[in-house]
């Protein structure tokens, strides 16, 4: 049974930095493409960070480029998302994925990219504000 639970989600001040984590069960990273999503109040879920099977490249929205850094603890069956310089239009309910795949396949940024995720976790709140 595939299972994601995240963690994590504060109140920060912009400018600063948080450390998100969603931890696995029921499924090995060499089987499935892993990913970091985002809803904001009234928008549509986006994209944040995607992690290929195998090998672990990562793939990263325009918006958080140079800002994010998403990584995975295979030992550990956790993924991470590392969120420096914060701002406001950071503000969401944070969300990770999973999808199986056989492939370097990592659907982020299109706009069906969410529908094509089969398990998520629960979400988790960040929150930037003075």
């Known amino acids: 049974q595939v299972q994601l639970v995240e963690s994590g989600g504060a109140l920060v001040q912009p400018g600063g930095s948080l450390r998100l984590s969603c931890a696995t069960s029921?499924?090995?990273?060499?089987?499935?493409?892993i990913a970091w999503f985002r809803q904001a109040p009234g928008k549509e879920r986006e994209g944040v960070s995607c992690?290929?099977?195998?090998?672990?490249?990562?793939y990263y929205t325009e918006a958080v480029k140079g800002r994010f850094t998403a990584s995975r603890d295979n030992a550990k069956s956790t993924l991470y998302l590392q969120m420096n310089r914060l701002k406001p239009e950071d503000t969401a309910v944070y969300y990770c994925?999973?999808?199986?795949?056989?492939?370097?396949?990592?659907?982020?940024?299109?706009?069906?990219?969410?529908?094509?995720?089969?398990?998520w976790g629960q979400g988790t709140q960040v929150t930037v504000s003075e």
């Open positions: 992690i290929t099977r195998g090998d672990g490249s990562t």
């Open positions: 029921g499924f090995t990273y060499d089987d499935y493409v």
């Open positions: 994925a999973a999808r199986r795949e056989n492939s370097a396949y990592c659907p982020l940024v299109t706009s069906g990219a969410k529908d094509e995720y089969t398990y």
